[in-house]
């Protein structure tokens, strides 16, 4: 049995893709799994455990990680997305330097890749960046909503859009 996965882990259980990055005062993993039904996640100051079935075999996936530093659990959050399933966990000391690793254990596995989309040195400066908390009202809100309300659009297919009056011909 890999060393990450837990005793109680069931014994086909494969770990899932895992993508992290790092902010001075949160981690940011991306667990990816598609159709993941039925997720069981359980955090705790210095682990995250997440066992679910999915992908396209529908195959059960289970994995334990014991954090390099502290998280605080009832300040970190999730989303269960339809491909992945996105974490920020708070760090329990924000003042503390970058992690070096995501793992308390230095051995490399292979299924932790370094999001390098999202990631960001020590000395970068993400003060002019979005905060990465789930606000599902909030992102249904940009994308228009969740149904029912005013887009801002009037598409009225009989009026005539005033551009076309003066197009010249082409020959």
């Given amino acids: 049995m890999p060393e990450a996965m837990s005793d109680n882990a069931t014994e086909n259980a ?3 893709v895992v993508l992290w990055a790092q902010r001075k005062d949160r981690v940011l993993l991306t667990m990816i799994l598609e159709n993941c039904s039925n997720p069981v996640i359980d955090m705790t100051e210095n682990s995250l455990h997440f066992k679910g079935t999915g ?17 605080c659990p009832e300040t970190s959050k999730y989303f269960v997305g339809g491909r992945e399933i996105s974490f920020t966990l708070k760090k329990k000391n924000p003042d503390a330097s970058f992690w070096p690793r995501l793992l308390k ?17 020590e000395d970068d400066s993400d003060a002019d960046e979005p905060a990465d908390d789930f606000n599902l009202e909030q992102m249904m809100g940009s994308m228009g909503g969740l149904g029912g309300g005013d887009t801002g659009l009037d598409m009225d297919k009989d009026e005539e859009d005033s551009d076309d009056d003066d197009l010249p011909d082409l020959n």
Wanted: no cysteine; net charge negative.
């Fill in 55 to 71: 992908g396209t075999e529908n195959q059960p996936h289970e994995v334990t990680m014991e954090f390099y530093a502290a998280i």
């Fill in 105 to 121: 254990d230095q051995k490399k596995v292979h299924y932790i890749k370094t999001d390098f989309d999202r990631w960001r040195d």
């Fill in 14 to 16: 494969l770990p899932p």
